[in-house]
């Protein structure tokens, strides 16, 4: 079982930064790809970014490129979401999620997920 507390979120202007972290318990923080996704408003949850064991290799939704980092401290269990250049349509609860088997994209691998952190970006 892993345990995962999100935290970071908040009210920023568009065009502002927000670091979101995720901190883990339980199992091996170190075995588990990690990724974070999102659900706005009345619409289904979705891919942001994902970061592997070892934290060398990374993907991230197209939506978000160039302006999102995920990274991860292995040491302190803990995933990061540094969130640059932010826009109105970025608002959503942001989830982190951990994934035994990889660092996909895909939801449904995911075997553990956190409550969630809301993110809202004014105009």
């Known amino acids: 079982q892993v345990q995962l507390v999100e935290s970071g979120g908040g009210l920023v202007q568009a065009g502002g930064s927000l670091r979101l972290s995720c901190a883990a318990s339980?199992?091996?923080?170190?075995?588990?790809?990690m990724g974070w996704f999102r659900q706005a408003p009345g619409k289904e949850r979705e891919f942001v970014a994902a970061?592997?064991?070892?934290?060398?290799?990374?993907r991230y939704a197209d939506s978000v490129k160039g302006r999102f980092t995920i990274s991860r401290d292995n040491a302190k269990n803990t995933v990061y979401l540094e969130m640059n250049s932010l826009l109105p349509e970025d608002t959503a609860v942001y989830y982190c999620?951990?994934?035994?088997?990889?660092?996909?994209?895909?939801?449904?691998?995911?075997?553990?997920w956190g409550q969630g952190t809301q993110v809202t970006v004014s105009s």
């Open positions: 999620a951990a994934d035994r088997g990889g660092w996909t994209n895909a939801m449904r691998l995911y075997d553990y």
């Open positions: 339980g199992r091996t923080f170190s075995n588990y790809g």
């Open positions: 970061i592997s064991w070892s934290g060398g290799s990374t």
